[in-house]
């Protein structure tokens, strides 16, 4: 079995200071957390950006400042949000993928989150699928109910996805598909051959969590998904949550990868400024 890729989340769009003093919302505060997380064992970092009064951005620039700043600190691979925030224009969702991150995430569908419509129509999707092959990003494929499958397989029978896929399950959101064991189990039934995959628990984590170390999959913790370390307290930090997991996985004879781990089993695209890592 390949080793645990853990992926850290570390603001997201709707967890807010109201409802944890913790989360991180300034590039600084979240480069700071990210680096914390790295040193417990993470290996990717998903970012949404906010504006100063903690509103959800997709303001390239704050996210170029975020960037910097975890690179700055450590080698962490860098995933970068297409959905920063509710009622985005296109080319904000393509601005992200312009700077060139290592993964972005591709959401495929449309979703009522809660009392909000998410739109992904499919042609959107080709659009964000394009704009990510142009500037050698993977897409992290994002699956919030079964049907997400088909369309993303659509989009990879056009080509615009290339070949492996990796896809994420976010299980748990408001109008997505409850997060349970036999959810999960049941979308794994229906996952392409020769695919990596990880999954996402707004609510229900550690059972799905435990699932995924043992089945082969690979797992994302952090603000974005949940802010309680255990009911009623509070996580102080997201490398807590880093931490649980990292342990969890030892405890069932799983290893954990490094960052240039993770690329290769992600087989994540080496850009010039890395050549040297990797030969």
């Not at 229906?190 to 550690?206: D, K, R």
Request: with cysteine; hydrophobic share 40%; aromatic share 6%.
């Amino acid at each position: 079995m390949e080793k645990l890729i853990v992926t850290v989340a570390p603001t997201g769009t709707i967890t807010t200071r109201a409802q944890t003093p913790y989360v991180p919302i300034t590039p600084k505060e979240i480069a700071q957390e990210v680096y914390l997380s790295w040193k417990k064992g993470a290996s990717i970092a998903h970012i949404h950006v906010r504006e100063e009064d903690g509103t959800p951005s997709m303001d390239a620039k704050l996210y170029q400042e975020t960037m910097e700043r975890i690179k700055d600190k450590c080698d962490i691979l860098i995933s970068l949000t297409t959905a920063g925030k509710l009622y985005m224009e296109l080319e904000e969702r393509l601005a992200v993928c312009d700077l060139a991150p290592d993964f972005a995430s591709l959401n495929a569908g449309p979703l009522n989150f809660g009392e909000v419509p998410f739109q992904n129509s499919q042609d959107t999707m080709r659009k964000i699928a394009s704009r990510m092959n142009e500037f050698k990003v993977k897409p992290e494929i994002e699956i919030f109910e079964l049907g997400m499958l088909g369309n993303a397989q659509k989009i990879i029978n056009e080509g615009l996805i290339p070949a492996p896929f990796h896809y994420q399950f976010v299980l748990g959101a408001p109008g997505g598909t409850p997060a349970t064991p036999k959810n999960l189990l049941h979308m794994l039934d229906h996952l392409p051959e020769n695919s990596t995959w990880g999954v996402v628990a707004f609510s229900n984590q550690i059972p799905l969590q435990a699932i995924a170390i043992s089945q082969g999959g690979h797992v994302r913790v952090g603000m974005e998904d949940h802010i309680y370390y255990r009911p009623g307290e509070l996580a102080k930090s997201n490398a807590d949550f880093v931490e649980r997991i990292v342990n969890l996985s030892n405890e069932l004879g799983r290893e954990v990868a490094s960052p240039e781990e993770a690329r290769k089993i992600l087989t994540l695209p080496v850009r010039d400024g890395q050549l040297a890592d990797h030969m």
